[in-house]
């Protein structure tokens, strides 16, 4: 595709339901983030995976919180047990190896 | 670990003055820099990179940063601020050595007033 691209782009889930937001890479991009923005805020890196390198997880806040990458193309974040502090908009970023990432518009999540 | 520092929460500047938003970094290897900006409900735009060459990079909307080793900066540069460049920029760094995530700073308001 053109860019990369986020679903839900809106998601209003209640406290303690699972959701999984996914993401469509730029076709041929090796590497995947997500990322999580608070309103106005900075960037907290979650998860990285960079081809068929084990992921970087190091950013998860906790094992709620789970990623997967198929086939080296599309990932889904999944959020189990979600809580109010969830509630943020989650990026998904896809770049060559060493190449600048090019960001989706993201998906607002609110737990309520 | 790469790291990355933005130590200005906020920048104000008048429009036709120039502007500098500062960034600083940390990584073992060298580093690959990159600035982002994000105006109001819109996603992360890129802006420009510093990957290897000359250490003034030129990007996006006239914006350029200068790639300074020894103090280890990457700080970026407009010379003359529009209204219309009042946004949040996050500089970003990545390590050259092995597969390296991405690391954002907290990022820096720009205000520019007419």
């Known amino acids: 595709g053109a860019g990369v691209s986020q679903s839900p782009s809106n998601k209003v889930t209640e406290k303690g339901k699972d959701v999984e937001l996914r993401c469509d890479p730029i076709?041929?991009?090796?590497?995947l983030y997500w990322y999580r923005q608070s309103l106005g805020q900075g960037l907290e890196f979650l998860i990285y995976?960079?081809?068929?390198?084990?992921?970087?997880k190091s950013g998860l806040p906790s094992d709620r919180f789970s990623a997967e990458r198929t086939g080296g193309s599309v990932s889904t974040l999944t959020i189990q047990r979600t809580q109010q502090e969830d509630s943020a908009v989650y990026l998904c970023?896809?770049?060559?190896?060493?190449?600048?990432?090019?960001f989706g518009q993201g998906t607002r999540l609110t737990v309520v | 670990a790469q790291s990355v520092a933005q130590p200005e929460d906020q920048v104000n500047v008048a429009e036709g003055n120039p502007l500098t938003v500062k960034c600083t970094y940390s990584v073992s290897g060298n580093p690959y820099l990159f600035w982002y900006v994000q105006y109001p409900n819109r996603g992360l735009q890129f802006l420009l990179k510093?990957?290897?060459?000359?250490?003034l990079v030129k990007g996006s909307y006239g914006f350029e940063a200068e790639f300074n080793k020894s103090q280890t900066s990457f700080h970026l540069k407009k010379p003359s601020a529009l209204v219309s460049d009042s946004a949040l920029y996050f500089c970003a760094v990545r390590d050259a050595m092995g597969f390296q995530k991405l690391v954002f700073g907290t990022g820096t308001r720009l205000l520019v007033s007419p």
């Open positions: 995976f960079q081809g068929n390198s084990a992921p970087d």
């Open positions: 510093y990957i290897t060459g000359d250490n």
């Open positions: 970023a896809s770049s060559l190896e060493w190449s600048e990432a090019f």
């Open positions: 076709s041929g991009h090796t590497a």
